[in-house]
């Protein structure tokens, strides 16, 4: 059974920074893609990173593109998202993604196993 476990979520104040992380069990992680998302309160979900099977490839949202870096650890079965300067609308809950495929995909609908979520706020 596939388990994503994330962790690493916090309060920071706008300009620090977080680094989340993302546990995976139950998978050879050499076979999936792995993605973040998040969804902040009354809106969508929505992708802010993905990272292919080998890490050659990743991709950003624009929103976040040079202040997240997605990296992964396929060694230890974990995923990353290092968050700097952060800034009030980052506040979301994240969520680690799992993609049974080797594409690199910024649709939630193409990713196969999620986890429950860790909460990011980002304060004025």
């Known amino acids: 059974q596939v388990q994503l476990v994330e962790s690493g979520g916090g309060l920071v104040q706008a300009g620090g920074s977080l680094r989340l992380s993302c546990a995976a069990s139950?998978?050879?992680?050499?076979?999936?893609?792995m993605g973040w998302f998040r969804q902040a309160p009354g809106k969508e979900r929505e992708f802010v990173a993905a990272?292919?099977?080998?890490?050659?490839?990743?991709v950003y949202a624009d929103s976040v593109k040079g202040r997240f870096t997605i990296s992964r650890d396929n060694a230890e079965s974990m995923v990353f998202l290092q968050m700097n300067s952060l800034k009030v609308e980052d506040t979301a809950v994240y969520y680690c993604a799992a993609d049974y495929s080797s594409r690199l995909s910024s649709r939630s609908s193409e990713y196969d196993n999620w986890g429950q979520g860790t909460q990011v706020t980002v304060s004025s």
């Open positions: 990272i292919t099977r080998y890490a050659v490839n990743t």
């Open positions: 139950g998978l050879s992680p050499r076979l999936y893609a």
